[in-house]
């Protein structure tokens, strides 16, 4: 097992120290009557401790139980709105829904935050202020449509975007209508490519990695290349990323790293119960190994052995993902997320763990259509 | 240990990420492959024309010599494999390793494929039912009895997604290069070895290796080879043809539900025939889509079904090394469990009778892998559910039907073997679209006859026949 660098352990301490005051503001807020949700706070009924005296620091989180996913499911979704809040502009966003009833999250203000702080990790020189943005990803009920729109407006753009059904795409795999999913395939690429020949002065993108892909395909169709757009900055998210993919992304498709091609490409991992995971940088040096590292203290990701959840596996070693959400607006304590992957050593930007090679949960990958867009 | 990159147009292309090919039962890693993504298919398939136009440097004669040379190297010689090299007995033992079909059975299987390549001139001949090969090369030509005809090739290149269970169907592949057309294969995940050989064959006999491309990898990579390729070829299950159907551009190789038909004529000397019914019920382990999965017969069946079941349900799973294995390992953990859990429950509807139930245990467990002994069922009529099944161990339901419904209901029939003389029955078979391939006689399903085509003629797969008018003076130069 590697050991932390020595130099790291005062950040790594300080980090540690201002996630425990979080973790206790966060619990007051979300478990004090006149604060707290509906859904919290009936819940803390069924708790054998008292979260308001009982949580002292981010560990205590372990008291609670385990979060299900399905409380999310159906409503009445004002169950989710903090009290304080009632009175505030509202938005849901949901995940999944292919079939069946989706999970809802509410939000306030969060994707929005969240984002801001994305921001400041994001290079000017790539991604310049001012510069309009493409969303070429999901659209309908999404938190990713709103927060990249957000994002752009924050930087000073303006963001256009497309349609993609990604319900209507998973329908369409399980059916086995290749033909089709490639036409629907199309049909988001061709939006794509008509907007940004359109003059609207993009410079930077969102996009999934397979719809980068199949936009630098129906580029080169066209006689065209990525830096022919324009575009020079582009963070990528959604579905699964791997350091092959990556690699093939940067030398083939872009034709070399951000210093030859002109396009900076940053992945990113998070879901509409988290904020944004950022990546260290990812080079060809390190074999283009991708390490996420979660927005603390709003959020924590944590890599914790298969057969017990509360329990740490060594630096480099495999675990689940379990994900805790920290925000004034939601509190997720201890999620297991449909991932797993390595647990990755804090360094000098995030001095906390991260998680790296983040890929389908081996127990159910094999039941799950993931990656669609 | 032996590594195995991904090869783009003769080129190896090490990825990031690889994956292990292991030993069917102790999991003892046996080499480790780099896996392609789809990306880098679709991109290398932008220049696949220049496979074709490589190709046609060399005449379909110098192909199909080369191609002979090469099964020769395939049968015989120590080639290279990735970063070391291969005999011809280390792949018998790799590939038995990793697929768990008995080492005898892979020989036999290198044997077909190199028979397959040494005898293209043969093959072709009856695929293109004698056409000059120089007309599939420019595209036109001069027929024998004076017409001028065009064959247009439809794609620059095969592309294949392998299976990893049945290393005899690579001979359907292996007309492409003759035929001045590129090879872009996906290799199955647990045997790459074929593939990977047969290119290296070809490469030491002369073939331009830039023609050839080779993607180990994922179900992405699969999905990217058959968009990407315009006539590609996958094996599968029932969920694989029933999802290419009416694709023209793919062909798909799925279940064979193959069947023997004894006629009213013959079926009373039944017992004549029972050898040709074992074979073809047995051989290669019952895996090939032209294993026979059901006869069908109007009366004897619970005799036929004792005296099958006589032959074989006594037979035991051997290790791969011993001559006389003939089962194969199914080597996914727990799959063996779970196929005879499918079987068990079809056995124990109405109207059936397992005839092998006083043979032992059907399933044998090993470590990590698990064979199931040969199971023969009997129906009482078409209607039951087992009568439509086919599994990858050696299984039969003996089916009683009257021959005038046997066609109706035997449904779809890759190899149909009809004992019987009479005509009228013989005249019904040939007018069967249900039925691909026929066998008149006491045939077994899985003799096949090289010269024949297998599940749509290649040719016509790969080429569209087409009006091509011209001058006089043009047709008078092609005499």
């Known amino acids: 097992m590697s050991t932390i660098d020595a130099n790291l352990e005062p950040a790594i301490a300080a980090a540690k120290e201002r996630l425990d005051q979080h973790t206790v503001e966060i619990v007051h807020r979300h478990f004090h009557e006149s604060t707290g949700c509906p859904f919290w706070l009936e819940k803390k009924k069924e708790l054998n401790f008292d979260p308001l005296t009982e949580v002292k620091c981010y560990d205590d989180l372990k008291k609670f139980p385990a979060f299900e996913d399905d409380w999310l499911r159906g409503g009445p979704v004002e169950r989710w709105v903090m009290n304080d809040y009632k009175d505030k502009p509202t938005y849901v966003f949901e995940t999944g829904g292919t079939t069946g009833v989706p999970k809802s999250r509410v939000v306030v203000n969060d994707f929005r935050e969240d984002y801001e702080i994305f921001s400041d990790t994001l290079p000017d020189e790539y991604f310049p202020r001012g510069g309009n943005w493409l969303m070429l990803g999901p659209s309908g009920p999404r938190r990713l449509r709103l927060a990249v729109e957000h994002l752009a407006q924050h930087r000073g753009g303006i963001s256009f975007c497309i349609d993609l059904d990604p319900r209507w795409v998973v329908k369409m795999l399980k059916k086995g209508w290749m033909e089709q999913v490639n036409e629907y395939k199309k049909h988001c690429i061709d939006q794509a490519i008509t907007i940004l020949t359109a003059n609207h002065n993009i410079k930077c993108m969102f996009a999934t990695p397979k719809l980068i892909e199949s936009l630098c395909e129906g580029l080169e169709e066209r006689g065209m290349t990525m830096a022919d757009t324009g575009i020079t900055g582009i963070f990528s998210g959604g579905t699964e990323f791997t350091p092959q993919w990556t690699r093939f992304c940067v030398e083939e498709l872009f034709g070399g790293p951000a210093e030859e091609s002109g396009i900076f490409m940053t992945p990113t991992y998070g879901n509409t119960l988290m904020g944004l995971a950022c990546s260290k940088p990812v080079t060809a040096a390190e074999k283009y190994k991708i390490s996420y590292y979660a927005p603390q203290p709003r959020a924590v990701t944590e890599v914790v052995s298969f057969d017990d959840y509360n329990q740490y596996v060594g630096y480099g070693e495999t675990g689940r993902v379990k994900l805790t959400t920290l925000t004034p607006e939601f509190f997720v304590p201890g999620f297991m997320e449909r991932d797993e992957g390595e647990r990755e050593m804090p360094f000098e930007t995030y001095p906390w763990d991260g998680v790296s090679g983040v890929r389908p949960f081996h127990e159910i990958a094999s039941g799950t259509t993931v990656g669609v867009y | 240990m032996l590594e195995i990159p991904v090869v783009r147009w003769g080129k190896p292309y090490e990825s990031l990420e690889t994956t292990e090919v292991t030993h069917f039962n102790t999991n003892e890693p046996i080499a480790k492959v780099h896996s392609a993504n789809g990306g880098l298919v679709t991109r290398d398939m932008r220049t696949a024309q220049k496979a074709r136009d490589t190709l046609r440097q060399f005449s379909c004669k110098q192909l199909i010599d080369m191609v002979a040379k090469a099964a020769d190297y395939f049968e015989n010689e120590e080639l290279p494999m990735g970063n070391g090299t291969q005999t011809a007995d280390d792949f018998v033992h790799q590939q038995s390793a990793s697929t768990g079909l008995p080492q005898h059975m892979c020989r036999s299987n290198m044997k077909k494929n190199s028979f397959v390549m040494r005898n293209m001139t043969e093959i072709l001949d009856c695929l293109t039912r004698g056409l000059d090969l120089e007309i599939f090369s420019r595209g036109y030509g001069m027929e024998k009895r004076g017409v001028v005809v065009s064959f247009q090739a439809q794609t620059p290149v095969l592309g294949a997604v392998l299976p990893s269970n049945s290393p005899g169907v690579h001979t359907l592949w292996m007309p492409a290069i003759p035929l001045q057309m590129g090879l872009v294969l996906k290799p199955g995940s647990s045997e790459p070895w074929t593939a990977y050989r047969v290119a290296s064959a070809y490469e030491k006999a002369g073939i331009p290796k830039e023609v050839v491309s080779l993607y180990p990898g994922g179900h992405d990579v699969g999905g990217a080879l058959l968009t990407a390729c315009s006539r590609s070829m996958i094996f599968g299950s029932q969920k694989t043809v029933d999802q290419y159907a009416g694709n023209p551009g793919v062909q798909v190789h799925g279940p064979g539900f193959s069947k023997i038909f004894l006629g009213d004529d013959c079926v009373d000397d039944w017992e004549q025939y029972l050898d040709m019914m074992v074979e073809s019920v047995y051989i290669n382990g019952g895996r090939s889509c032209i294993n026979c999965s059901a006869i069908y017969a109007s009366r004897h069946t619970e005799e036929i079904g004792k005296a099958l079941a006589e032959k074989l349900g006594p037979i035991e799973a051997l290790p791969p090394e011993n001559p006389e294995a003939g089962l194969a390992a199914f080597t996914v953990p727990g799959m063996g469990q779970a196929v005879w859990d499918m079987v068990k429950g079809d056995l124990a509807k109405d109207g059936v009778t397992d005839c092998t139930a006083d043979y032992g245990d059907r399933v044998v467990e090993l470590e990590k892998a698990s064979y199931i002994r040969p199971v023969i069922a009997r129906a009482a009529s078409p209607e039951c559910e087992i009568a439509s099944k086919e599994f990858m161990f050696p299984f039969a339901t003996v089916v009683e039907c009257p021959q005038e419904k046997m066609i109706k209901a035997a449904g779809p029939t890759l190899v149909g073997s009809a004992i019987t003389n009479d005509m009228k029955f013989i005249d019904q078979l040939t007018d069967a679209t ?46």
Do not use: C
Request: no cysteine; net charge negative.
């Open chain 2, 434 to 479: 249900n039925i691909d391939r026929l066998n008149i006689g006491p045939i077994p399903t899985n003799r096949l006859n090289w010269l024949q085509p297998h599940e749509g003629n290649i040719i016509d797969f790969l080429f569209r026949s087409r009006a091509y008018q011209m001058p006089e003076e043009k047709v008078a130069e092609l005499v």
